[in-house]
Nanobody, 117 residues
Framework: QVQLVESGGGLAQRGGSLRLSCVSS????????VGWHRQAPGKRRELVAS???????IVENSVKGRFSISRGNDENTVFLQMDSLKPDDAAVYYC???????????WGQGTQVTVSS
């Protein structure tokens, strides 16, 4: 069982930055892919960025050039750096880890991001 805790959300101004952290109760380095998803009110949850066990990152077009995903040195943490924030980026952001061998999936409780216009 993997437990995830997201943090770093809050209120940012348009054009501002936030850095989200996802801290795992266990090692999520070599066997887990990690994704950051977001869900705005009335909308479906969508993937914004992911990082594979081999370090390959994928950033969705909607945030490409503004968001980046990275792993911490401790193998337990994944970050989502969000720059040039827009009001449309406001949502609850969730961290998800997926075990590439067992297929197990785990989600955090989410962290709220609000962007003022």
């Amino acid at each position: 069982q993997v437990q995830l805790v997201e943090s770093g959300g809050g209120l940012a101004q348009r054009g501002g930055s936030l850095r989200l952290s996802c801290v795992s109760s266990g090692n999520i380095g070599s066997t887990y892919g990690v994704g950051w998803h977001r869900q705005a009110p009335g909308k479906r949850r969508e993937l914004v960025a992911s990082i594979r066990p081999n370090g390959v990152t994928i950033v969705e077009n909607s945030v490409k050039g503004r968001f980046s995903i990275s792993r911490g040195n401790d193998e337990n943490t994944v970050f989502l750096q969000m720059d040039s924030l827009k009001p449309d980026d406001a949502a609850v952001y969730y961290c998800n880890v997926h075990n590439i061998y067992t297929g197990d999936d785990y989600w955090g409780q989410g962290t709220q991001v609000t962007v003022s216009s």
